[in-house]
């Protein structure tokens, strides 16, 4: 170890200042100043200079957010202030008589200011900075005492561990919520149940977990993130006069404050601004669950002061819970259209998430395992936007003496055939076929569908009826339908039925990679479709592929090229092809047969807004000439197409050397191949 150089000591400062900054404009601004290579070399000179000359190393430098494998042993910490609640308004009335009493207690007739502020669902934490450094982080506790987080808090990189700026005062302390966002946390949760972990119920109990970590090693390893809310200082009068210039400065100090946040006059504009985030609430990146209105003016505030334990100028309208308690009153098993034997949860009805939910999935047998559902059990459910309901956990500590442990049924429950379960996969089949109706109609309903044939009319509830009346048992039956049977069916009238004849012709001649897709081989899908018809050309030619040839195609492997061949051996799969041609469904050839076409075998990428094409539009006349249109750039990508804005695809393009094309390129190349 040597003595650290004066330029040491300066090259050390100059990293950590800029290291602060770029982690300010990435985690607070969201706009990075730096490319994340560039952000790593900064970071690893610094770590080797403080390697170097440990008498470097300061508390507040960035290289110390990975933790320590120390434990922490959470001590108690009282609050200088106590960390209030806020109160609940659960309808427009009640925030109604909010704001009157507000208004009432100001002697105002005046609309009031109020500041609108998403409510995270996660953790609040006061963070105390003397001389603008990190120096405490507690929990909320009980109001009045905490838990001393302080090691887990310094790992958080929105979290500054020094204030910026030249005017911070001595002592600050500043609260707000430490939450997961919800791609971290899915993140989270598939690495550990990967790893044979516990999976986390939601992003709030995953962000608590993470602080309660006794290593901050490992807590360096979850995603959390930090948004601040409230400010106080020794000093008030170094304060702005407003809840909404306060949040302002705490953002030039370094931290993050939510982006949606906005002002409203009077109770009808907060009213709309609950009503515009609750709109938003599914598509913001980290959960929320409600608005907190907050009077303005410090001033205001101070006058109004508290009630018990909650301010009297601030309250929470709370949106419709996403997770509600209910019992499981049954669990029966469906049947998909590749046979997947798939329980499902009857439940006792309960409103969550906006809607009352009485069905939820629970996936396979293994997920029934993992979370030990039994009937009889109260569960958490969970249902946030329009994501099929999910039973999330089991209280263990409700469940009846007569629970009932639930089996996998050995019979299907709609054609009695044996189900099976082929070892290492979770899921179970029927094996009946096409033999099981349900399979038989889930057959349908996809050859039917918009992305397959197309066939306009043709819904759930005929193909029920028809498969019920055995007027329909495979698809080559559909095109045997005439108007004058089908108007013998009850509430199909004669202009129906001719829209649905009519609409079956239209689907005699589909292209080649449609009706490849609409045959519903198991996890052929369209790019697979499309790579088949392109690569054999006819169908005949991708019947009898062998394995070995239809792996050489994009996008199939040993089991894609296994289930191709199990579909083509299958004798009622051949019967209804067979049926089919005579039934005059006139599968059209590829005209371009494998090998011919320009871009085969050629992976590309398209990136940022086209003015001249849609995305969907560049992607068909891209696979029309063999390429095939991948969502992300990697070593194998034969081009990138970047529009204007391109950003880290254009940037991973760029850093990997792949060939990059901007809109007019595309356009030539389009107009060269008579494609334009
Ligand atoms: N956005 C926001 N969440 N939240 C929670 N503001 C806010 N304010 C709170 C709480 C508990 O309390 C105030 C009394 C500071």
């Known amino acids: 170890m040597t003595k650290p150089s004066p330029e040491s000591l300066k090259r050390a400062e100059e990293l950590r200042s800029a290291l602060d900054e770029h982690n300010y404009r990435y985690y607070v601004l969201d706009d990075p100043g730096v490319p994340d ?5 900064l970071f690893r000179e610094l770590q080797k200079l403080e390697a170097d000359h440990p008498e470097l190393a300061s508390d507040d430098s960035p290289t110390r957010r990975v933790g320590s494998k120390a434990e922490t042993s959470f001590e108690e910490v009282v609050h200088r202030l106590p960390m209030l609640s806020l109160d609940n308004a659960f309808s427009e009335d009640e925030l109604r008589d909010f704001d009157r009493r507000v208004r009432e ?37 009980d109001g009045y005492a905490g838990e001393d987080i302080t090691a887990n808090i310094r790992t958080i990189p929105s979290v500054p561990l020094r204030l910026r700026g030249n005017s911070v005062p001595e002592l600050v302390e500043v609260r707000g919520e430490v939450y997961m966002p919800k791609v971290g946390f ?25 602080l309660r970590q006794k290593k901050s090693t490992v807590t360096a390893k979850r995603p959390l993130e930090m948004c601040a809310y409230s400010v106080a200082v020794t000093d008030e009068s170094q304060l702005p006069d407003t809840q909404w210039a306060c949040l302002q400065q705490v953002q030039r100090w370094g931290f993050r404050i939510n982006p949606e946040m906005r002002k409203a006059q009077g ?44 301010p009297r100028w601030a ?30 949860a009857r439940l006792k009805p309960v409103f969550v998430g906006g809607v009352t939910v009485s069905n939820a999935t629970l996936h396979n047998m293994d997920e029934i395992r993992r979370l030990d559902v039994r009937i009889g059990d109260t569960v958490f459910v969970r249902r946030a936007g329009d994501v099929i309901p999910k039973v999330v956990k089991v209280v263990t500590e409700k469940r009846p003496a007569n629970a009932k442990v639930v089996e996998l049924p050995k019979q299907c429950p709609v054609c009695d055939s044996d189900v099976v379960q082929i070892e290492g996969e979770a899921v179970a089949r029927c094996s009946g076929g096409l033999f099981c109706p349900a399979q038989r109609k889930e057959a349908i309903r996809h050859y039917a569908s918009r992305k397959a044939l197309d066939i306009e009319g043709l819904g759930d509830k005929w193909i029920d009826i028809l498969v019920d009346q055995g007027m329909v048992k495979t698809v080559a039956d559909i095109y045997l339908l005439t108007a004058r049977n089908l108007t013998r069916l009850d509430r199909m009238g004669e202009k129906s039925a001719s829209n649905l004849v009519a609409a079956i012709d239209r689907s005699r001649e589909p292209v080649l990679w449609r009706f490849l ?34 792996i050489a195609v994009q996008d199939v492997g040993p089991i894609v090229a296994g289930h191709i061949r199990s579909f083509f051996e299958q004798p009622h799969n051949r019967e209804t092809l067979d049926a089919l041609r005579d039934a005059g469904v006139k599968w059209q050839e590829e005209v371009i047969t494998a090998g011919a ?25 891209l696979e029309a000439l063999g390429a095939k249109v991948a969502g992300s750039v990697s070593k194998k990508t034969a081009c990138v197409v970047a529009g204007e804005a391109a950003g880290s695809k254009l940037a991973k393009a760029e850093q990997l050397g792949v060939e990059i094309l901007n809109e007019q390129g595309l356009l030539e190349m389009l107009k060269e191949h008579e494609l334009l």
């Open 37 to 41: 290579a560039e952000y790593d070399r």
């Open 105 to 141: 207690r100001l002697g105002s007739d005046n609309d009031v200011e109020y500041v609108c502020e998403p409510k995270l669902d996660g953790l609040a934490v006061s963070l105390h900075y003397e001389q603008g450094s990190l120096i405490r982080a507690a929990t909320r506790g």
């Open 186 to 210: 899915e993140a989270l949760n598939s690495r550990l149940e990967n790893q044979g972990e516990k999976a986390f119920v939601n992003p709030r109990n995953a962000a608590a977990g993470s």
């Open 267 to 310: 109770a009808s504009e907060c009213l709309l601004a609950y009503e515009e985030l609750m709109q938003k609430r599914d598509a913001l990146p980290y959960g929320i669950d409600g608005i907190v209105f907050k009077v303005n003016r410090l001033d205001y505030q101070k006058a109004l002061g508290f009630v018990s334990r909650a």
């Open 315 to 344: 309250i929470a309208q709370k949106f419709p819970a996403q997770e509600e308690l209910t019992v499981i009153e049954d669990v029966e098993f469906q049947v998909g259209r590749t046979g997947a034997v798939t329980p499902v």
């Open 517 to 550: 897709y609409a045959l519903g081989i198991r996890e052929v899908g369209e790019a697979t479709a499309k790579s088949l018809a392109s690569h054999f050309g006819s169908l005949e030619e991708v019947a009898k592929a062998d394995e070995e040839s239809l």
């Open 597 to 621: 076409k320009p871009l085969h075998g050629q992976t590309w990428v398209l990136t940022g807004t086209l003015s001249e094409l849609t995305r969907d539009e560049a992607r068909e006349k």
